[in-house]
Each structure stands twice: as C-alpha cells, then as structure tokens.
C-alpha cells in the first residue's frame, strides 16, 4: 500500500529548482552552496520504491491520504 511522505525539491537561489531524485544539481563545489533543499507538499511512496503520481504534490498530508485511500490497489510508477 502507499503511503505518504513529504514532498521536497532541490531550490537555487534564483528559483530554479531539480528533482531530489536524481543527480545533485550543482556543477562545482563553488555552486552548492546556491542550492538548498525545501518542502512543497505532500507525494506518495509506492510499494515498488517508487515516489509520485505524474502530477504536483498536495498542499496538505491530509489530500494525499484521500489519494491513497481512493487507490489501495496502486502498485507504482514502475513499468518494468
């Protein structure tokens, strides 16, 4: 069963921002110190490891409960 964990991205200081999932975003050890990492909502942790539902966190814990409870059956993002 899913469940639900906090959203968070990687954020620079000029607003871009990265996925926390995937490569670090900086380029340079000068660099780092630009990113930071911030809290946006809320996603789902799937059974098979994988995070997300394919559209934007929600705003509260409590919404992404309501999705996991209308879809017990979700095995995840994996297509493998």
Known sequence: MSRVI???VWKRDDGRT???Y???PWTSPGEKPR???VYVGYTVLHPDG???TGREP???REAAQAWCDANP???GM???
């Open 35 to 37: 990113w930071s990492m």
């Open 18 to 20: 990265a996925s926390v």
């Open 6 to 8: 906090e959203a968070k």
């Open 78 to 80: 994996s297509q493998g």
């Open 58 to 60: 929600w705003g509260s």
């Open 22 to 24: 995937g490569a670090c």
């Open 73 to 75: 059956k979700f095995p």
């Open 50 to 52: 994988t995070t997300g």
